[in-house]
């Protein structure tokens, strides 16, 4: 059944010609973008904070095939589906709301990602050039430590859209989660340059998990036991955030049942 | 002068529904507030480890993302509706409540969806602004402060003009969202200085797209800068006749709009 | 002086091709093939102050399209309108202010706040004298009995406190002539009867012209005094009610009701007969050809009839008929 949902979430995605186009083009220049103003940071900078130029470069085009969950849009998904009422009946089964809109949005994804990140990704590395992973162990940690951060997200996204029960609108949640995934998750300016001080709440939070950390392990900042560790730390979030989850889940219900939904 | 007062009372009622819903607008205000907060900081960041990138320091880009932002934020609010919810009026009709008004048609949809919104940016603009020219030790006498107040309006209508002229084309295109994500993908160039770029770029960003206005070429008189690559150092001091330009541009489009409209419904 | 005149109206539109597959839609960007749809063709009719003109016709007829043309929406493709003297689009401020128009599927108003909040606005939009306003939103709102909800915001409304505020915001500023597009589209019949009692109200008071495009018939018979009719863009019909009842005369039916068997009947004149059920026929004919006692004495002579019941032909009858593309005579 999830299966189907992806398939024609992929399907719809490519009836909308012009648009992909265009949206193509705007992911492009984005890049280009970023790629340049690195390229101007490290203008007779053969280095920073041990990463090169190379390495920074890499670490662009590699992110932008993990970014890609967070247009998602998460918490609006949810949020929307929550004050439509829908919610109501997962109440029954809270779990399938979760799974059923990553089923489907898994299907988007998979088109952005082989449509877009992708060729540009390949199109990048043409034009700019790209290191791949030195060890053979960083394809296997970067794809195990990718899907769990984009695990992460959903479960920070899906915990964040509860508050809809209280506030009734998603719009300030999806400002202020966004506002703390620019700041922590690594997908403007890679932790490495971060000052301490900032680096140290930057590691107290899990949004470093969604990009930051799995990039660095493909970029080849990360050692081996590193990356174990990561890996450890993304599945003990993960946990916690789905318990919170529940947690606060069971608590809307009683609410909602009190007012009468 | 009539208009004006008029426009005043228009701006008024639009106030007026804000404090109907008081608690969700200031609960947005604060939300936005946060999100454009977070831009900020990301663009220091950005430089803040490297000190400064080509000859702009961590500071004078942020003063660079700050003047976007207030640009933004002014044209938001006068602008940014009227043309974006233009596309839905032309699509089902409503835009003929326009026209059978005794009211200049342009002046009316600018007047009818006025926005309030655009607070949390305009504060995150201009706090970032002020510190900007204090950590940068910028001194302004009253004539360069009147200056900075000219030119910030003139930023604010490049971007009301982009608004127009990305928009008001749906009264031939129907479905124009494309024009306005091309719109706002050019903008995203001028986050950082244009002189990171390839020459052609800039050149693009300068002569066919003004985006450059907006914040690299009228900084640089206030930082007392020249990094002004192969263009002429006279356009720092052209913002705002560029916004006059587009904004005339975008009236006459608006104009021709009107002859063509073919209006929808039954 | 006739107050609207539209002399050889004609609009035309051009629509887009719709094109298939890839290699279509490629050169579609470049050059779009297009057909020319005639909105309207060569209408002309012209309005005295004062009165109450019915504008019909079917869907796509181009009576809203008319409309537009009068009110300067649009721009003629060809032929001449006038407004009180004056060409509405050329002069579109000017045309305004002395017109109200309502659109019956799509409100003017400020969504989130009381009527009583925005009027000023109008009021300053129109100029008009603050005493003279006051004077009209207080009739207005004792006629239409505003008073309980004019300090409710707009979207908390009912759609026929809806029409009924948009009305009002209509005729604030004294215009000499109302447009109404589908003004009662979705009312219920008491909302119905306010709004067309008021229509006749204020045309008696104050010799206000109204123009009222409908799909309701109701709307025509109770408050029109002329009736335009328009279809595929052309004028059909332009005159009285009365006229067009004798014009277009439809079939009166006949509703019985008997026992036994439906044996039939030959009689010259009637146009149909159709079983409507179990001992229940309905006899079609044409009234200027046979009366009805005529064929109850044919009918009684041959069934044993228990009821029966003689039916008007209805407005909505006729022009169904004369949509339909059927008998103009």
């Keep these: 059944m999830y299966l189907a949902m992806w398939k024609n979430s992929f399907k719809r995605c490519l009836v909308y010609r012009t648009n992909t186009i265009i949206q193509f083009f705007t992911s492009f220049v984005y890049l280009f973008v970023t790629v340049n103003i690195w390229q101007a940071l490290y203008r007779n900078v053969p280095q920073l904070n041990g990463v090169s130029l190379a390495q920074m470069l890499t670490y662009v085009l590699i992110i932008q095939v993990i970014v890609r969950f967070q247009d998602l849009e998460l918490s609006r998904y949810y949020g929307e589906r929550i004050i439509n009422g829908n919610v109501s009946i997962d109440f029954i089964r809270p779990v399938s709301l979760k799974y059923s809109a990553f089923a489907t949005l898994a299907g988007e994804v998979s088109f952005q990602i082989l449509l877009f990140s992708i060729p540009m990704l390949v199109l990048g590395a043409f034009i700019w050039g790209f290191v791949l992973p030195a060890a053979l162990w960083q394809w296997p940690m970067f794809l195990l430590s990718a899907l769990l951060g984009a695990l992460v997200y959903a479960s920070i996204e899906y915990l964040m859209s509860l508050t809809v029960f209280w506030f009734k609108t998603y719009f300030h949640v999806q400002c202020i989660t966004g506002a703390l995934f620019t700041l922590f998750c690594g997908s403007a300016v890679p932790l490495w340059f971060y000052p301490d001080w900032l680096h140290a709440i930057a590691n107290l939070l899990p949004f470093r998990f969604v990009i930051f950390e799995p990039a660095g392990i493909f970029v080849g900042k990360s050692t081996f036991e590193h990356a174990i560790f990561t890996i450890g730390l993304q599945i003990s979030w993960l946990f916690a955030l789905n318990f919170l989850g529940h947690f606060i889940w069971r608590r809307a219900q009683l609410i909602v049942t009190v007012q009468g939904g | 002068m009539r208009y004006a007062l008029l426009y005043w009372d228009f701006v008024k009622i639009q106030f007026r529904v804000a404090q109907e819903y008081r608690a969700a607008f200031l609960a947005r205000s604060f939300a936005k507030a946060v999100a454009n907060g977070a831009s900020v900081c990301i663009t220091y960041l950005t430089i803040y480890s490297f000190g400064h990138v080509l000859s702009w320091s961590a500071f004078e880009v942020m003063l660079l993302f700050s003047m976007n932002t207030i640009a933004y934020a002014l044209a938001g609010f006068f602008m940014f509706h009227p043309f974006t919810k233009l596309q839905q009026r032309v699509n089902d009709g409503t835009f003929d409540e326009m026209l059978t008004k005794p009211l200049n048609p342009f002046f009316y949809l600018c007047s009818r969806d006025f926005s309030t919104g655009y607070f949390a940016n305009l504060a995150v603009g201009i706090a970032a602004l002020v510190v900007s020219f204090i950590q940068l030790d910028i001194k302004l006498s009253a004539l360069k402060i009147l200056w900075l107040v000219v030119v910030l309006i003139g930023t604010g209508m490049i971007h009301s003009g982009f608004f127009m002229l990305t928009n008001i084309p749906t009264f031939w295109l129907i479905k124009i969202d494309a024009i306005g994500r091309l719109r706002s993908t050019f903008e995203s160039f001028i986050r950082y200085p244009i002189s990171i770029y390839d020459t052609w770029i800039a050149v693009m960003l300068t002569y066919i797209f003004p985006f450059a206005f907006v914040n690299f070429f009228p900084a640089q008189y206030f930082l007392q800068k020249s990094d002004f690559m192969i263009f002429p150092p006279m356009l720092t001091f052209m913002t705002p006749v560029v916004g006059v330009v587009l904004m005339l541009m975008g009236y006459a489009l608006f104009q021709l709009g009107i002859r063509n409209y073919k209006s929808s419904g039954s | ?329």
């Excluded at chain 3, 006739?2 to 290699?23: S, W, Y």
């Excluded at chain 3, 004077?135 to 029409?163: A, H, T």
């Excluded at chain 3, 079983?275 to 009366?291: A, E, M, R, V």
């Design chain 3, 1 to 329: 002086m006739p107050i609207i005149e539209a002399k050889n109206l004609c609009k035309d539109f051009q629509v887009h091709v719709r094109t298939r597959g890839m290699l279509n839609s490629i050169k579609a960007i470049f050059h779009r093939e297009y057909t020319i749809k005639h909105a309207v063709e060569d209408v002309s009719f012209s309005i005295e102050a004062g009165e109450l003109v019915g504008y019909v016709g079917p869907n796509g007829a181009g009576k809203s399209t008319t409309i537009k043309m009068l009110s300067g929406i649009l721009y003629p493709s060809s032929g001449e309108v006038l407004v009180r003297g004056i060409v509405p689009q050329e002069k579109r401020r000017e045309n305004a202010m002395h017109i109200g128009v309502v659109f019956g599927q799509r409100s003017q108003l400020y969504w989130d706040l009381p009527l009583s909040e925005a009027l000023y606005l109008y009021r300053k939009m129109y100029r008009v004298e603050p005493g003279r306003f006051a004077d009209n939103v207080r009739r207005f709102v004792e006629l239409l009995d505003m008073q309980e909800f004019i300090d409710r915001p707009i979207r908390q409304l009912s759609l026929g406190q809806k029409m009924r505020a948009e009305l009002v915001v209509a005729l604030l500023h004294d215009p000499v002539i109302l447009y109404l597009d589908e003004p009662t589209i979705g009312l219920d019949i008491v909302a119905k009867q306010r709004i067309r009692s008021f229509i006749k109200e204020i045309n008696a008071e104050r010799k206000t012209t109204v123009v009222l495009t409908t799909h309701d018939m109701d709307d025509i018979e109770q408050v029109c005094t002329r009736l335009i009719l328009i279809n595929h863009g052309k004028l059909l019909y332009d005159g009285s009610l009365p006229l067009f009842h004798e014009r277009f005369a439809g079939d009166a039916v006949i509703n019985l009701t008997f026992n036994g068997e439906w044996r039939g009947f030959e009689l010259q004149g009637v146009t149909d007969i159709k079983q409507t059920g179990y001992g229940k026929t309905s006899i079609h004919f044409d009234k200027k050809n046979i009366l009805a006692a005529d064929i109850m004495r044919v009918v009684m002579q041959t069934h044993n009839i228990t009821d029966f019941q003689v039916n008007e032909p209805g407005l909505e009858d006729i022009l169904s008929n004369i949509y339909q593309g059927k008998t103009i005579k």
